[in-house]
């Protein structure tokens, strides 16, 4: 026998009571309300502690999910960085790169330019060199055959005198007759240039009086008046400064203009 609910005795399954089969004791006992209520709270604390496991297991895994997210958030940020700085370092390297082919490209560069301007001077110096040897040769040569065409000619002249001596009168003559042709037409040049030149002064002289008298002295007086004199006549006018002594007593002057004679 075991106690149930209410401290009612409850026989073991599989057992009677002693009053044999048939007996009172094989019928099933009602419930009491003390016993209703006890499995009632029962069944509810069942559900509660149902609920609570159920409420725990899913915050194990809320928790589970959230430690997941922030796991895989650190790796997806720890790879984020790791390419940033890859990036860097690759850009870095590039940089690197770029400026040692800067450096090396200024360096050839360098080094270009100055072999090109030694080998610029060296060709120049040669050059140099060749044209003032050709010029000291060139003006040997000249020396030499100034000096055989001097000694040529002198032979010559020497061998011809006798037969020449009756020709150079008669070329004398006509090189002086030449000559005074040649001073008559120059003369003639000059005069005529002479000539030009006057006429184009005179041109030019009456040009300047005729530009003189076109010119105009025009001015506007205290009042708004305005005036116009030819400049050549303004030239002949002479100006004086006269006193004047107004009735207030004070010292005024102003300016005549007078012709000059």
């Known amino acids: 026998m075991i106690m149930g609910p209410g401290g009612h005795a409850v026989p073991f399954p599989g057992t009677s009571s002693a009053g044999g089969p048939g007996s009172d004791t094989d019928k099933p006992l009602e419930k009491t309300a003390a016993e209703l209520q006890a499995q009632e709270r029962l069944e509810m604390l069942q559900a509660e502690k149902k609920l609570r496991q159920e409420m725990l297991e899913e915050e194990r895994k809320w928790h589970l999910e959230k430690i997941e997210r922030q796991r895989r958030a650190e790796e997806e940020a720890r790879q984020r960085e790791e390419e940033a700085r890859q990036?860097?370092?690759?850009?870095?390297?590039?940089?690197?790169?770029?400026?040692?082919?800067?450096?090396?490209?200024?360096?050839?560069?360098?080094?270009?330019?100055?072999?090109?301007?030694?080998?610029?001077?060296?060709?120049?110096?040669?050059?140099d060199a060749a044209a003032a040897k050709a010029k000291q040769e060139a003006e040997v040569l000249a020396a030499q055959a100034f000096a055989e065409v001097q000694a040529k000619a002198k032979a010559e002249a020497e061998s011809a005198a006798a037969?020449?001596?009756?020709?150079?009168?008669?070329?004398?003559?006509?090189?002086?007759?030449?000559?005074?042709?040649?001073?008559?037409?120059?003369?003639?040049?000059?005069?005529?240039?002479?000539?030009?030149?006057?006429?184009?002064?005179?041109?030019?002289a009456a040009a300047a009086a005729k530009a003189k008298q076109k010119a105009v002295v025009k001015f506007r007086d205290a009042v708004g008046r305005k005036f116009s004199f030819p400049f050549d006549l303004c030239r002949t006018w002479s100006v004086s400064i006269s006193p004047m002594t107004p009735s207030d007593g004070s010292e005024l002057t102003f300016a005549n203009r007078a012709w000059k004679s």
């Open 163 to 204: 037969a020449a001596e009756a020709a150079a009168a008669a070329e004398a003559a006509r090189q002086a007759e030449l000559d005074l042709a040649r001073a008559e037409a120059a003369e003639e040049a000059t005069l005529v240039a002479m000539a030009a030149a006057q006429e184009k002064a005179a041109r030019e």
């Open 87 to 127: 990036k860097k370092e690759e850009a870095r390297l590039k940089a690197e790169e770029e400026a040692k082919a800067k450096a090396e490209a200024e360096a050839a560069t360098a080094k270009a330019k100055g072999e090109a301007d030694a080998a610029a001077a060296k060709a120049k110096k040669e050059a």
